[in-house]
T-cell receptor, first 115, second 114 residues
Framework: AQSVAQPEDQVNVAEGNPLTVKCTYSVSGNPYLFWYVQYPNRGLQFLLKYITGDNLVKGSYGFEAEFNKSQTSFHLKKPSALVSDSALYFCAVRAPAAGNTPLVFGKGTRLSVIA | SQTIHQWPATLVQPVGSPLSLECTVE??????LYWYRQAAGRGLQLLFYSVGIGQISSEVPQNLSASRPQDRQFILSSKKLLLSDSGFYLC?????????????FGPGTRLTVL
């Protein structure tokens, strides 16, 4: 069975500091991994995904994520946080053998960037 | 480009009343379609997904149902709403046949059952 864990319910970071939102996964085989962001009362917006190739994936709004197979992690990062980055972030996974099935989402991490 | 619409944006309904939420996708054909519910601004609960007209998979047994009367239309319904049906309902689509493809979400419908 596929699963994804976001161990932190809340992450607080000062504006201008680097940020990391953690995600670990459990799947059979090589995973397909995704990050989404949700602003209040809005739908989820796609940020980036890892399918294959370079372990460092760059996405929208200056975000990037690093796939680490040995640690089964896919942490979201940004070198310098903005107050406007404050939102709810979701990690998601799909196993290659899962066919055309829905993504499995983590419970979300609320990021608060303090000015 | 593809767009996904949901309506209404907000809805306040009394307990026991019926429900119909609509989702439509433009700019693509044969999409996979999904309904999620989000309670209290946190995790997503997958309710239904569909890989084609009339093909609905239910993930959670409850008083909700889904239908797909047209290729790009996905409807979430209930005959009698419960207080616990309150939440933020999100529709999503992805390209059929692609395991690597992204799911794209609509703007959501905020449902309050009183």
């Amino acid at each position: 069975a596929q699963s994804v864990a976001q161990p932190e319910d809340q992450v607080n970071v000062a504006e201008g500091n680097p940020l990391t939102v953690k995600c670990t996964y459990s799947v059979s085989g090589n995973p397909y991994l995704f990050w989404y962001v949700q602003y209040p009362n809005r739908g989820l917006q796609f940020l980036l995904k890892y399918i294959t190739g370079d372990n460092l994936v760059k996405g929208s709004y200056g975000f990037e994520a690093e796939f680490n197979k040995s640690q089964t992690s896919f942490h979201l990062k940004k070198p310098s946080a903005l107050v406007s980055d404050s939102a709810l972030y979701f990690c998601a996974v799909r196993a290659p053998a899962a066919g055309n099935t829905p993504l499995v989402f983590g419970k979300g991490t609320r990021l608060s960037v303090i000015a | 480009s593809q767009t996904i619409h949901q309506w209404p944006a907000t809805l306040v309904q009394p307990v026991g009343s019926p429900l119909s939420l609509e989702c439509t996708v433009e700019g693509t054909s044969n999409p996979n379609l999904y309904w999620y519910r989000q309670a209290a601004g946190r995790g997503l609960q997958l309710l239904f997904y569909s890989v084609g007209i009339g093909q609905i998979s239910s993930e959670v047994p409850q008083n909700l149902s889904a239908s797909r009367p047209q290729d790009r239309q996905f409807i979430l319904s209930s005959k009698k709403l419960l207080l616990s049906d309150s939440g933020f309902y999100l529709c999503a689509w992805s390209a059929r046949g692609s395991r690597t493809d992204t799911q794209y979400f609509g703007p959501g419908t905020r449902l309050t059952v009183l």
